[in-house]
Each structure stands twice: as C-alpha cells, then as structure tokens.
C-alpha cells in the first residue's frame, strides 16, 4: 500500500518537475525543440502512462470504488488520459494550402510528411467579411466543394474561425490565408476516436464535480459541518480619501492657447476611423492624450481641447511640457532635467532632430542602451507630426464604386482620381475654413461646418456607423477613468483592514459595527462602478470585455468584489482580503498599458467558449488568492502568538479548505472548456503551450491538498498554510510569468 502511494506521487512529483522545465526550456531552445524532444517523446508518453496505472491501482487498493462520488473524478482523468493517449497513436494533423478553384486531395503534416485524404477537396471561393464601415477582418470564410467515390454528386459547404467541417472523419479548420487573399489554409485533424474519449472524460469530470458537491458523503460537505466554522466572525475596514493628481512639474502658470469646452466637444462628437473600428473623435482626443501625458486631462483642460490645441494652436502647444519621457537615457538625449518635455525640446539649437543618431542606430540593429524609452519618445514626436499634419484624423468617409465598401480619409490622405468634384473640395477644404473661423473666433461658424463634417458622415456612412446609443455609451465610458486612483484606495483599505483584522484576532476582541458598515458600503459603490465600467466596455465593443489582458483583470477584481459578498458574513478576514486583491487586479490592469483601447476582436476569439473560459479561470485565480492571504493571515497569527492562537490557526484552515475545493475544480473546468474552445478554433485540443502548462501545473499542485488522507502532512495547519502561501507562486506564474517572460499563443491574456 505504502509503495504504491510513495510511487504514485513521486511520479507526479517527477511530472511536475519534467512540464515547469519544458516551459523553460522552451523559452530558450524554441517550440519545435520541446515538442519533438519532450511532448511527443516515447518516455513523455510512457511517463504519463505509468503516473495512470500507478494511480489505479492505488485507487482501488484504497477502496476508492466504494466512494462512488470521488471514484468518478478520478475515473474521469484517467479517461481523458486515455483519450490523450489514442490521439497520440492514432490522431493525424497537417495543412493545406489551397488556391480558389483548386482541387486538393492531401495535406501536410508538421514533419514535411504528405498524408492523402478520401476525398478532393475544391476551394470555390475565400472571402474576408470586415466589421462593418471598416477594414478590420471579422471572420475568414471558404466555400469548398468536396467529391469522391461515394458521393459522386458532392457536398457543397463552408469552413470559417469557430466553424469546422466535417466529412468522413476528417476535420478542417480555417486557420489562415495566403497573402494574396485569394486561397487558404486549411488545418485538418483525422482523429475519429480519441477526441470522442477525452470528450466523454470532460462530461464525466462536470458530472462528478456536481455530484461531489450534493454528495452527503464529500469532505467538502462535512467541512462545511464543522464546528469551528460557526465560531468564525466578520471584520472592519478604515476609509481612505482618493489621491489627488498634481499637475506635471515644469508646467507655468500660464494656461495654453485651446477651444472653448462646448466647440472642443463638438469635435468630439465627430466620427473617426481609429484601431480599424468606427468610435467617437473624443476616443480618439482621450488616447492621443494619455499617449503622450499618461493621464486623460492636462491641467483640467478635457481631451478634446488637447487635441485640437495642438492642431489650431501649434505655436503655443510646442512650449507646453505635455509629453512624458519615462526613459532616463531619452531624457538625457533630450537635454531635460523633469519627467516632461516639450516638443521644442527634440530640436537642438541648430534645429537638428536630438533622437535622430539614436534611431538610426537602432534601426541599424546596434544594441543602444534605453531602446525602447528611445523609441517611445520617438513615437510621441511622430504622433504629435501626425496629428497637427491631419494625417491621423481619418473623419472623411468615402463609399467605393460597388456602393459596399468604405474607406475612411483625413484631409491629407491621396483621394482618389474619380472622387466626385464637390466630394474632394469638401474633404481637402472644410477643416481649413473650420481653421480660419478659429483664427477669427467665430465659434459658432466653426461649430455650424463641423456639423456639415457630421451631417456628411452620417449620410456617406448609412446603414455602416455604430448605433447612436453605443456610440453615446463610449463617449460615457471615456469618462470612468478612475481605475488606478480606485486601486490605491482598495490597496490602502485592504492593507488598513488586514493589520487591524489580525490585531482583533490577537487580542480576541469584536469588530466595529460601524467599520463594518462603512466598509460594506465602499465595497458595495466599488462594485457598482466596476460593474458598470465592464458592462459599458462590452457594449461599446459588442463582444464579452475578457479578451486581453487588462479586461481579464478587471475581470476578476470584479469576481474577487462579488466573492466577497457572497462569503463576507461567513469567513474571518475577507472583507480585507476582498479590497486587497481587487485592488491588486486593478492595478496590475493599469500596469501594461495605462491606456487600454477597445479595439476590435481577432476572428479567433470570437467563439462564446472563450468568454466560459476565461469566467470560470478568473473565479478560481480569486478563490486560491483568498486561500493564500487566509495562509498568511494564520502565519502571522502563529509567529506572534504561538499556541495562543491554535484555535484561530485550525479556523482559517478550515476555510482554506473549503475554498479549496471550488477552486481547483473551477481551475480544471476552465482548463477543459478552453481545450474545447482549441479543438473548435484549432483542431487540438491541447497543444502544450506555456500558459496551458502551467494551468495544468497550477491544478496538480493545488490538487495535492485535496489528498489529505494520503498526504497527512495537510491535516497540520501550519504546514498546510505554507504551502497554500508557496503555491500561489505557480499563479502568478501562469498568468503575469507566461505573460512577460515565457510568452505563447496565450501572452495576450
């Protein structure tokens, strides 16, 4: 007995050891490397193989078949297993490339080897359907045709990103297209067996999960009877005021030349193409200006007034210390001594451009020191060019020859030769006489040709421009910008009710009624604001806000808030947990890119599995972060007071386990819906990327802890809450390692 669990978990200790090096290895030898030489090896595969008999025949040494509940969990990984396993032996995967009217009757696998298929396959015709009024692809479509001996009269049908063809066994999946947009590439899966055994595995493990938690029998169930539970109490929070921002250092107090509000404003109510999506101009005039300042105000003054300062007012704008330079080598390039430059400040005495030499070096491939600072400051300069010339401003919209398609130029832009006379004087001429009346300060004639601009949008655009109601929800979403300040005031909180929850707890004293109101009514006008940011983000978008990474993080400082509901008058410390991790999430949201633009979404990522996917991930990162400050919370306790505390010690154990259960089985499910979500999109179903590794490693370590039975060494609270404090290390892996150090297909989320 003994023997057989000692073999069954140092073989999955030796395959975690083998899964965290082939991800590392990866980074440094490349995909090709670790799946010819570890994935796809015979001592990969036979390792998988003796982890799965190992583990059987501990299970039913242990009885396990007895526990009908607990029996199917385990029954259902190992019938995934053996799905895995006959994909591996019997599964077949290539390409194909096809030209529109060519006829294919094979493909190629990723080895150079060519497989033949049954049938031919004959590509009518390829099309890229775009958002509308834009050139963003919104979906890849193949019309083929596919003929053979039994079919003598063929079957006619259509390959698109999340909709497979099927015939014979055989699998085609869109996944690409030649550069000349007229044929396409095709991957196809031949795995007739395999995928229908790892199918039934991943409905029998949704089945168990559910039965485990109604199941009488469960631990989760009696945990949930426990004593200890009922002693457990609710905790405070102090308040903190918001941040105030300061205006940049350097700034005079002399205010830069710029619009009234209301005409600025009228701009901003303009159309414009921008990230190859039709937004507000104000979109627009918020991006250029966080761009270059990093905040979406400059000295009170809105984004609209930013923007066409620097277009009508350049010779005041150019003196204004509006560009942030993060880079200390660009600021010496720029001869500044503060954190903002002005534009006069990239042209030297003898009008020479200052980052000139360092481009060039740059360009040339030379390691420079600072480069991407240097090129950040040099994109600011382009932009700035860009925007005073009207080169960005693409606000003239232009329907072609056939009445269907749109482009979209700025008074720049080459027009085209057959443009109609009146169409091309308005587009060269009506932001200059918009300019003059500028000049004049005839507001109210500007404000009259900027409504001619609109009145021409909407005429040259009908039928294609977003609805006004979405196009009115943008506009107020421009305006919740209060992430980063709202992520200091839940960090601060979180911390205030962490270190004065652990104090009660010390000296067994009560909460504050009144800290507890207070903190429940901050949490409740956090979440509000955060469910309405989301819930306008998506619809100004129209698609689920999960698919990058500052979306998934405000994700889950939401699911963290919403947690914290549900559990804040059942368990110790979650209040301040709560405000801490969702502070957390939002920060770590603000840190790739203070400006996170909605753009539209990648064909790919358009299959509602995605949205499952990343839900139920999120929830299971949140629950195992509450594991962990719950493990750090009772550290404290236990070096500060010793044996005092072994009653609040066993206490927070017990919720950690209950949290437990949840999360990991959470963790599975999402890890499973989004090998669904592969196979559909990708004709795999796992294809050993880093993030997927890790996700799978995330899952057996949190899994141990599930075992106590056979690992008594989680019935000691201390040991167990280290390890719950070390564990979460494999998260922050996943999710922020995979991200910005080892990469993958999955680094954009």
């Given at each position: 007995m003994k023997l057989l669990k000692r073999t069954a978990f140092s073989l999955l200790g030796i395959l975690l050891l083998v899964l965290i090096t082939a991800t590392v290895?990866?980074?440094?030898?490349?995909?090709?490397?670790?799946?010819?030489?570890?994935?796809?090896?015979?001592?990969?595969?036979?390792?998988?193989?003796?982890?799965?008999?190992?583990s059987l025949a501990y299970i039913v040494k242990c009885r396990l078949p007895q526990q009908h509940t607990t029996f199917l969990l385990h029954l259902s990984l190992l019938?995934?297993?053996?799905?895995?396993?006959?994909?591996?032996?019997?599964?077949?995967?290539?390409t194909m490339r096809i030209s529109q009217g060519e006829k294919q009757q094979a493909f190629v696998d990723k080895e150079g080897m060519r497989h033949e298929l049954p049938f031919t396959v004959t590509l009518d015709n390829f099309e890229i359907v775009y958002y509308k009024g834009t050139q963003a692809p919104m979906d890849f479509v193949s019309h083929i045709s596919i003929s053979d001996a039994d079919r003598p009269d063929g079957v006619r049908g259509q390959v698109s990103m999340n909709n497979i063809f099927s015939y014979r066994g055989y699998r085609l999946y869109q996944s690409g297209y030649s550069e000349d947009g007229t044929g396409s590439v095709f991957s196809i899966s031949h795995d007739p067996y395999g995928i229908g055994v790892t199918y039934a595995g991943y409905v029998l493990l949704l089945f168990s999960i559910i039965l485990f938690f109604f199941s009488p029998q469960s631990r989760f169930r009696r945990l949930l009877k426990s004593p200890l539970l009922r002693k457990v109490a609710a905790v405070l929070l102090l308040s903190v005021a918001f941040p105030s921002s300061s205006v940049a250092a350097g700034a005079d107090d002399r205010m830069p030349k710029v619009l009234p509000v209301e005409v600025a404003g009228q701009f901003g109510d303009l159309y414009i193409l921008y990230n190859n999506r039709i937004c507000p101009l104000q979109t627009f005039a918020r991006d250029f200006t966080i761009k270059l300042y990093g905040k979406p105000s400059y000295r009170g003054l809105t984004p609209e007034q930013v923007l066409t300062g620097w277009i009508f007012y350049y010779d005041s704008w150019k003196n204004e210390?509006?560009?942030?330079?993060?880079?200390?080598?660009?600021?010496?390039?720029?001869?500044?001594?503060?954190?903002?430059?002005?534009l006069k400040d990239y042209a030297s005495t003898v009008n020479e451009y200052k980052l000139e030499k360092a481009m060039s070096r740059i360009h040339a491939g030379e390691q420079v020191a600072g480069k991407r600072g240097i090129e950040e400051a040099d994109e600011k300069f382009n932009i700035i060019s860009q925007v005073c010339t009207g080169a960005m401003m693409k606000i003239f919209p232009c329907r072609g020859a056939d009445g269907k398609t749109l482009e979209w130029y700025s008074q720049s832009d080459q027009l085209p030769r057959d443009m109609d006379d009146d169409k091309w004087i308005f587009i060269r001429k009506s932001m200059n006489y918009v300019n003059e009346m500028v000049v004049m300060k005839k507001y109210d004639d500007a404000c009259g040709v900027?409504?001619?601009?609109?009145?021409?949008?909407?005429?040259?655009?009908?039928?294609?421009?977003?609805?006004?109601?979405?196009?009115?929800?943008?506009?107020?979403?421009?305006?919740?910008?209060?992430?980063?300040?709202?992520?200091?005031v839940c960090i601060c909180v979180g911390l205030a009710g962490f270190f004065y929850g652990c104090r009660c707890m010390m000296r067994r004293c009560g909460f504050s009624r009144w800290a507890t109101v207070s903190?429940?009514?901050?949490?409740?006008?956090?979440?509000?604001?955060?469910?309405?940011?989301?819930?306008?983000?998506?619809?100004?978008?129209?698609?689920?806000?999960?698919?990058?990474?500052?979306?998934?993080?405000?994700?889950?400082?939401?699911?963290?808030?919403?947690?914290?509901?549900?559990?804040?008058?059942?368990?110790?410390?979650?209040l301040p947990f709560g405000f801490l991790l969702c502070g957390l999430s939002l920060m770590v949201s603000m840190l790739g890119e203070s400006n996170p633009q909605v753009t539209q979404l990648m064909p790919v990522l358009q299959s509602p599995l995605l949205s499952f996917h990343v839900v139920v991930i999120m929830i299971a990162y949140s629950l195992l972060a509450f594991v962990?400050?719950?493990?750090?919370?009772?550290?404290?306790?236990?070096?500060?007071?010793?044996?005092?505390?072994?009653?609040?010690?066993?206490?927070?154990?017990?919720?950690?386990?209950?949290?437990?259960?949840?999360a990991v089985f959470l963790l599975a499910i999402g890890i499973f819906i989004g090998a669904v979500w592969a196979n559909v999109s990708w004709g795999r179903y796992w294809g050993w990327d880093p993030k997927e590794v890790w996700a799978l490693v995330t899952m057996m370590i949190y899994a141990l802890a599930l075992h106590p039975g056979s690992l008594p060494w989680f019935h000691r609270p201390l040991f167990f809450h280290v390890f719950s404090v070390v564990a979460f290390f494999s998260v922050l892996v996943t999710y922020f390692g995979v991200n910005f150090l080892l990469g993958g297909m999955h680094s954009y989320a």
């Open positions: 290895v990866e980074k440094i030898c490349g995909t090709d490397f670790v799946s010819e030489h570890i994935y796809s090896s015979v001592p990969f595969v036979v390792l998988w193989g003796a982890l799965s008999v190992a019938l995934i297993l053996v799905g895995a396993f006959i994909t591996w032996m019997c599964g077949e995967q290539g210390p509006v560009i942030r330079i993060k880079s200390r080598e660009a600021r010496g390039l720029l001869g500044i001594k503060g954190s903002y430059a002005t900027i409504a001619k601009i609109r009145e021409y949008q909407r005429k040259e655009c009908a039928g294609l421009l977003p609805p006004d109601s979405r196009f009115d929800a943008e506009k107020l979403y421009n305006h919740f910008d209060y992430s980063l300040p709202m992520a200091v903190s429940g009514v901050l949490l409740l006008l956090v979440f509000l604001y955060l469910s309405a940011t989301i819930c306008l983000r998506g619809y100004v978008s129209n698609h689920l806000p999960l698919s990058n990474g500052y979306e998934t993080m405000q994700f889950m400082a939401w699911c963290t808030l919403l947690l914290t509901f549900l559990l804040r008058s059942r368990f110790i410390m979650i962990m400050l719950n493990g750090l919370t009772a550290l404290i306790l236990h070096f500060s007071r010793g044996d005092d505390c072994v009653e609040e010690v066993e206490q927070l154990q017990l919720i950690s386990n209950i949290l437990l259960y949840p």
